[in-house]
């Protein structure tokens, strides 16, 4: 008898706010980054990029680049195409989705600034940047497509001609009937919502350092990534060679947010300057090139309205997005997600059964947009919310009455959304009256009148969300993408007791290798400082998709639960033959083997160790010892973890200059089992103030030429310490049953929320004012304007 | 290129002579030439504060300094004060209240955090959220940040009363 499920352990380590392993190297400066990798004969690629939106490349001149002092190679967009092959980023399940094959490097003309067209390969990093200044090319400007809005219009030039048109996908869904319940209800309010184009900044750049030995066909790429085995198929896909002849190693990651789950052309093309070269080739992106070449999100214009009863029923969602995604939906993910994510769960909190949405992603000559941290979430929460606030506003009702009307009753469960999105188990109204509890609501709306009253503008907001985390082949397996949805973990007893566990999720940071260790430790019985936890490297680990989706503690964690559960037993096995008792009568605490009925302590791990791997003579002949296990694990009997939030902002806005101050910000979230609450707490505030960027500050700026404008961290803005607010987080526990675990994910619901419930605090306070803003980011001036003061 | 020019200086208390270009900055000579991989490039134009180090006890950017201007000066990295374990206390609250997520910055972020303490152990949460405000961090949203460099400078004062 060895506990019934994780839960039930002794010494359980699920729910404990215990240290990462590995935070200690960062904090010493000893972190293993992918830049402070060197190699024997290590060579530097550089890049020229196009300094046009759209231009064809009518020759390229690279003599004096060539003779320039350093210099090994220079290749162009032909040469490249003879070691890597295009790509087309659709997928099947996104039905209609097109694209046009994309090399590494162009070979005909590029199509947005910034676009690598030459690489130049030297001895420093510094010889071949001086080198790229010697190339020459010849461009042929062509007419540009800037404006997302016209990208359809028939007078605009089409990107791809072979496409056709510069629309690369379209969805529509609506249930039946949806006009006559807005012709008929009592009130109808309408909103357009612009959601600014911004990007991840990650403080490390890009990186990859690519060695190939053609000796035994071997190819090894450091990559700064999050999904190590995808990229491994990829790049032996592209460069023509069997996935076993990969390796893609991914040490410390600095910073992700989905910026480093898509492949990038200079990432392939320098995995294809070091086949070609025979040598490591090393790519660190400076951070022009991640502002022009780091996937851009977000970019949607939605037109929607919302009918509701004069009760405040909540009758009808219907909307219109137009997004442009740059002129190559990205590979392999596709830069249909976002907006697919947005009709898929729009509204999808409330009890509302009318819906309509429809959606144009278009081709524009702006660099590619994909999938960053809360892929599409934002946009249809501050849309879904907005809507709701304006609709209590219309019929006078509290923005809180009216979600605890509408919002999803917690006894409903498992339902369908509209558009067939299944909830295994929410909370939304519990977490609704916690956060109502934990901001004392009422105390702030006689605050905040009080104030009104001296001329003091502050703002409450409320924002509800839903979220999709662990996600199943659904997502994009079946679409035809080499991702994996289930994940994998190794884990092994060492001869002296020690728990090797070696797994498919990675970590940026979120804490993977601290919930992987503390879920092995606590399914095993040992203590934390016992495991070693081995993650991103394609040769060591077991297949998995690695980290993205809020899916490592729930599926990475199952995976090493279940393979914990299986070498704790079989340790019990050999310790039950060396102590001649029944496994049943044994279990593992703290690192000893302890009989169950009175905990007495029996023998060591380190002696059951010892015994298995130096002593196998003493043991049974017809038994073998099998102190090796490996378990996977994939959601089955949902698609996908639906989690659920609600954020809550207190903020001031001052109607002289349009700054917006943070005064505080809530969070309840409901994330399942919680393993490390305060890495569960770290990642939903890091979340929300990523949020808080997009809502206040990021915005890549471009000219109508498609130059962007403010590619630099002077001139893009982010968060920084002095103007966010702490942030306090509490949690509902809705546990999945899908797995034992119960963990659902909590990365991104902090992102999610964020820019909604920013939004609908700064509309309370500008109530007053008559003043309402929609366009992402709220920047000073946006709110001035919408004032109607400049 | 320019000649190369000889530098003499001390980084983390051991004399270092080399010959570097005049256009190397300071980040790249300690990264490239010295191998001390702890001090983090980020940006290279001076505003997001990972390739923090001390120059002759001051925090700089050293991506905005030149090699060769830290000749015959003393220069401090992240690996110097963890061997010295001048921070000690810093880092371990670091590690307790998981102010570091990728960690990219966070070799920067101690550079400036040192500096405040030293300053004034007594400053408020709004003074050190404005002292690292020249500091970038992706992932932590700073509230862990805060909460460490607060706790930090909370024991130092206690320690000396």
Same mark, same amino acid.
């Given at each position: ?59 390229? +001149? ?255 969602? !219907? ?66 919310? &907005? ?8 019929? &006078? ?55 009104? !009253? ?132 044994? +279990? ?175 509309? !309370? ?26 | ?161």
């Amino acid at each position: 008898m060895s506990g019934l499920t994780i839960h039930d352990r002794p010494n359980s380590y699920i729910g404990r706010s215990v240290s990462r392993p590995n935070i200690r190297r960062l904090v010493e400066g000893k972190g293993r980054f992918t830049d402070d990798m060197s190699l024997p004969r290590m060579l530097f690629a550089a890049f020229l990029r196009s300094p046009y939106a759209h231009a064809e490349i009518v020759t390229i +001149d690279t003599s004096a680049a060539e003779a320039a002092p350093g210099v090994v190679r220079v290749v162009t967009g032909k040469e490249m195409a003879d070691v890597c092959s295009p790509w087309i980023g659709v997928l099947s399940h996104l039905e209609g989705l097109k694209s046009q094959p994309q090399y590494a490097l162009p070979i005909e003309k590029a199509t947005w600034q910034g676009e690598a067209v030459v690489a130049v390969v030297a001895e420093t990093r510094a010889q071949a940047e001086d080198a790229v200044e010697l190339v020459e090319v010849e461009w042929n400007e062509l007419p540009v497509v800037a404006d997302m809005e016209m990208a359809l219009d028939e007078a605009t030039h089409v990107i791809h001609s072979d496409l056709g048109d510069n629309l690369a996908w379209q969805r529509e869904f609506a249930t039946d009937g949806i006009d006559a319940v807005f012709e008929a209800a009592d009130q109808v309010v309408e909103e357009t919502f612009h959601f600014g184009r911004h990007t991840g900044v990650t403080l490390e750049a890009r990186s990859i350092l690519s060695d190939y030995d053609s000796s035994e066909e071997q190819l090894t790429v450091y990559l700064a990534t999050q999904t190590p085995h995808m990229m491994q198929t990829l790049f032996a896909k592209h460069m023509g060679l069997e996935d076993h002849r990969v390796r893609v190693i991914s040490g410390d990651v600095g910073g992700a947010f989905g910026i480093k789950v898509h492949s990038y052309a200079d990432e392939y093309a320098t995995v294809a300057l070091s086949i070609m070269l025979k040598r490591p080739v090393k790519f660190i992106a400076d951070r022009l090139e991640s502002f022009t070449n780091d996937i851009h999100a977000r970019d949607h214009r939605i037109t929607a309205r919302m009918a509701v009863s004069q009760d405040g029923e909540i009758q009808a969602i !219907d909307y219109d997005d137009v997004t442009g995604v740059g002129p190559y939906s990205v590979y392999p993910r596709t830069s249909g997600i976002e907006a697919n994510q947005v009709v898929n769960m729009t509204g999808a909190q409330y009890a509302c059964p009318n819906y309509r949405a429809r959606t144009n992603v278009v081709f524009q000559n702006k660099t590619p947009m994909c999938q960053y941290r809360a892929v599409g979430h934002p946009i249809l929460t501050a849309l879904t919310e &907005g809507l709701v606030d304006k609709a209590a506003d219309a019929i &006078g009702m509290d923005p809180v009455d009216i979600r605890r009307k509408n919002l999803l009753p917690d006894d409903s469960y498992p339902r369908k959304s509209p558009t067939g999105m299944l909830f295994e188990q929410l909370s939304h109204q519990e977490s609704l009256e916690k956060i109502v509890q934990m901001m004392d609501y009422e105390m702030l709306r006689k605050e905040q009148g009080k104030l009104r !009253d001296q001329g003091v503008y502050r703002g409450i907001g409320i924002a509800t969300f839903i979220e999709v985390t662990n996600p199943s082949a659904m997502f994009y397996g079946i679409g035809g993408a080499p991702i994996s949805a289930q994940d994998g973990a190794t884990i092994r007893l060492d001869a002296k007791g020690n728990i090797i566990v070696q797994t498919g999720v990675t970590e940026q940071g979120q804490g993977t290798e601290a919930v992987i260790a503390q879920v092995a430790a606590t399914a095993l019985g040992v203590t934390m400082d016992k495991i070693k936890v081995l993650t991103g490297d394609t040769d060591i680990t077991p297949c998995g998709g690695g980290t993205w989706a809020s899916r490592a503690a729930g599926v990475g964690g199952e995976a090493a639960a279940q393979a914990g559960h299986a070498l704790r037993q079989r340790i019990l096995e050999v310790a039950a033959i060396m102590l001649q008792a029944d496994a049943g009568t044994l +279990d593992i605490q703290e690192n000893v083997i302890v009989d169950v009925a009175d905990g007495r302590e029996r023998i060591s791990l380190a002696e059951v160790g010892r015994v298995a791997y130096y002593r196998p003579d003493t043991l049974p002949k017809d038994f073998q010892s099998e102190l090796m296990v490996t378990r996977h694990y994939v959601p089955k009997d949902y698609p996908f973890a639906f989690t659920n939030g609600v954020q809550a902002s207190y903020l001031e806005v001052d109607p002289a200059t349009g700054i917006v101050t943070l005064l505080n910000h809530w969070v309840v979230e409901d994330c399942g089992t919680v393993i490390n609450p305060q890495l569960v707490d770290e990642q939903i505030r890091g979340g929300v103030v990523q949020g808080i960027g997009g809502a206040l500050y990021e915005e890549c700026l471009y000219s109508p030429e498609g130059q962007l404008l403010n590619g630099n961290m002077a001139d893009y803005l982010v968060p920084m310490a002095g103007e966010m607010p702490d942030i306090q987080v509490a949690h509902v526990e809705s546990r999945t049953a899908d797995s034992e675990l119960g963990a659902k994910g909590a990365g991104e619901a902090g992102t999610a929320g964020a820019p909604g419930v920013i939004m609908n605090a700064i509309n !309370d306070a500008l109530k007053p004012l008559n003043a309402r803003v929609t366009r992402q980011p709220f920047t000073p001036e946006r709110i001035l304007q919408a004032l109607k003061t400049v | 290129m320019d000649k190369a020019v000889q530098v003499s200086m001390s980084v983390n208390s051991e004399a270092v002579n080399r010959t570097v270009e005049p256009r190397q900055s300071l980040a790249d000579f300690i990264r490239n030439e010295l191998e001390l991989t702890g001090t983090h490039v980020g940006c290279e134009h001076g505003v997001c504060g990972a390739c923090t180090v001390r120059l002759d006890g001051q925090i700089v950017r050293g991506c905005l300094t030149l090699a060769v201007q830290a000749d015959g000066c003393t220069v401090e990295t992240i690996e110097g004060l963890t061997e010295s374990g001048e921070i000690a206390d810093l880092q371990n609250a670091f590690v307790t209240r998981n102010a570091a997520q990728c960690g990219f910055c966070t070799p920067g972020m101690l550079l400036t955090a040192a500096e405040l303490l030293a300053a004034d152990p007594g400053a408020s949460r709004e003074e050190i959220r404005k002292h690292i405000s020249g500091n970038y961090c992706r992932c932590t949203g700073y509230q862990a940040v805060v909460d460490a460099i607060e706790s930090t400078a909370r024991n130092r004062l206690g320690e000396a009363s």
